[in-house]
């Protein structure tokens, strides 16, 4: 978010790469008895993330009018993609290695 944010006044592309890619990384890494965390991590980070640029900065991921409701919702439509494929990533990995691992 902050790389995105120094490069240009909007997150983009490159936070919704970011995105997608740690919450990937977050179902790899993860030990078996935290799967439940992680499953769960993905909607709460996009959440907190937007939660904070709509407090702070509501031109960031909406209309710099907007209000912290507003551009909370303006932003998590925006980068909706993003949080679904990250999301099914992050479930489909959690799954695969539950099936696999018979001590998870």
């Known amino acids: 978010m ?8 909007r997150l983009g592309l ?5 995105f997608v890619t740690l919450s990937l990384f977050a179902a790899i890494a993860v030990r078996p008895g935290d799967f ?4 769960v991590l993905p ?13 702070a900065d509501p031109g960031s991921v909406a209309h710099a009018r907007d209000g912290v ?6 932003g998590l439509s925006t980068h909706a993609v993003a949080l679904a494929v990250g999301y099914a990533l992050c479930l489909a990995v959690l799954g695969v290695r ?4 018979p001590a998870a």
């Open 43 to 55: 909607p709460l980070a996009m959440l907190a993330v937007v939660v904070l640029l709509a407090a």
């Open 69 to 74: 409701v507003q551009a909370t919702v303006s």
């Open 2 to 9: 902050v790389v995105d944010l120094l490069l240009s006044a």
């Open 14 to 18: 490159l936070f919704d790469l970011g």
């Open 36 to 39: 439940f965390v992680v499953s």
């Open 98 to 101: 539950r099936r696999v691992d």
